[in-house]
């Protein structure tokens, strides 16, 4: 078994941020450490949005008949919480089925099993087609490509106005006051009200998507790669519009997203995703100092470090990532892990306990395996 030998905590240093946009960011500190509650304890009376279960099976249509000739697992059995007011980061390789999750959360797409449920209110309600339109108030998402998920005919305010109108707002003045009222909070005015989406930069769009996600003070918003789309200049400046409106009305955030440094600097605790299903989960700190899986090791080995007295080797995951349709039998990630033994290709690792403070990791040898995380004084060793 090679590379066993790194020693826990002496993980890679990086630098203020590994991205511009993440250097950027107002915070100076390597994450934010806002005081959320009891941390870890995931405490019923702070959970805003509890997922146990959680299935998508997409079917595949074969045959004359177009008929299931099989399914593509997206989401296969995923377990989390996310506490009011925290932003749970969501992590993994294209394809892993983040944003399948996401929309599932949402009722976007109706999930294969699993359950959801979300506290308004202190009340738990299931998430399903029966509550899913009185929910929809308090669950929003923003999208990856504000471009697409605009309409390009419709004028700014009536885009931001809709989902009023469709929550049976009826005046007509009070929509567009309320329309000025978002543009504001998202750093726009009402000059833009009457403008079309082509009017605006990336920037500018995505801000119009957040206005109109905010528009009927929902509680949790999912933002599925929210600034992926954006120049890197303009990165920082969503993210700290989000983080300023987090603070302001109190919001929960899904954040999904690729860039590690990204997902780093705005999340309280987050989830690593590999082939539907979740690896490994913890505190932002404690994950990226002190990773228990192999692929939460690999994809922070592939963080750019902007430091030249820095070398680090990058774990090269081998292949692709495997089909969902078929995904390998024991640990789905066996065929790439550099560290699997005879066991990892027969028996699934549960999802459990690691650490203190809700640090939770499937793999087998989470116990005896010491990885490198990303934060620490020194260069690991390796080979
Ligand atoms: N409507 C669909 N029908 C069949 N398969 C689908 C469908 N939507 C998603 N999938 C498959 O489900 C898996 C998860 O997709 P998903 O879009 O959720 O991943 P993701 O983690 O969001 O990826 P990315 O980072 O590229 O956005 C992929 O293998 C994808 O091909
Ligand atoms: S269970 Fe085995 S294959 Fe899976 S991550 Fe752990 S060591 Fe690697
Ligand atoms: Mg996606």
Redesign the pocket.
């Known amino acids: 078994m090679p590379d066993m030998h790194m020693r826990r905590n002496e993980g890679r240093k990086m630098a203020t941020g590994a991205t511009e946009a993440a250097i950027e960011l107002r915070s100076t500190g390597e994450s934010r450490n806002r005081s959320r509650g009891n941390p870890g304890t995931g405490d019923k009376e702070e959970v805003l949005l509890e997922v146990r279960g959680l299935k998508?099976y997409?079917?595949?249509l074969g045959g004359l008949f177009r008929r299931p000739v099989g399914y593509?697992?997206?989401?296969d059995g995923v377990d989390f919480y996310i506490r009011r007011g925290e932003t749970l980061g969501l992590v993994?390789?294209?394809?892993?089925?983040?944003?399948?999750?996401?929309?599932c959360i949402l009722h976007l797409?109706e999930p294969t099993a699993g359950k959801i449920r979300f506290n308004r209110d202190g009340e738990f309600i299931e998430v399903n087609s029966r509550t899913v339109r009185s929910l929809r108030r308090s669950m929003q998402i923003i999208f990856?490509d504000p471009y697409s998920s605009l309409d390009p005919r419709m004028m700014v305010q009536d885009i931001i106005a809709e989902p009023l109108e469709a929550q049976g707002v009826r005046s007509r003045r009070e929509r567009y006051e309320r329309v000025e009222e978002l543009l504001n909070a998202v750093g726009m005015s009402s000059q833009h009200m009457r403008r079309f989406p082509h009017e605006f930069s990336g920037g500018q769009r995505q801000r119009i998507g957040i206005a109109r996600a905010l528009a009927l003070n929902p509680s949790l918003i999912v933002c599925?790669?929210p600034v992926s789309a954006l120049d890197v200049s303009v990165q920082a400046q969503v993210l700290n519009l989000l983080d300023d409106l987090q603070e302001r009305f109190g919001l929960t955030y899904l954040f999904?997203a690729?860039d590690l440094s990204v997902v780093q600097h705005v999340s309280d605790r987050v989830a690593v995703?590999y082939l539907?299903k979740i690896v490994e989960i913890a505190d932002v700190e404690e994950l990226f100092n002190n990773p228990r899986h192999p692929y939460t090791e690999a994809l922070f080995s592939a963080i750019p470090v902007p430091d030249p007295d820095f070398q680090y080797k990058q774990i090269i995951l081998e292949g692709d990532?495997p089909?969902?349709?078929d995904p390998p039998p024991g640990c789905n990630f066996h065929p790439r892990c550099r560290y699997a033994r005879a066991i990892c290709s027969k028996e699934e690792p549960v999802l459990r306990e690691v650490g203190g403070d809700g640090h939770l990791a499937a793999c087998h040898f989470a116990d005896d395996l010491v990885l490198m995380g990303v934060w620490g004084p020194g260069i690991a060793q390796t080979g």
């Open positions: 998508k997409f079917p595949i593509a697992r997206a989401v993994g390789e294209s394809g892993s089925g983040k944003t399948t999750a996401g929309m797409i990856q599925d790669e999904i690729h995703m539907g990532v089909s969902p349709i």
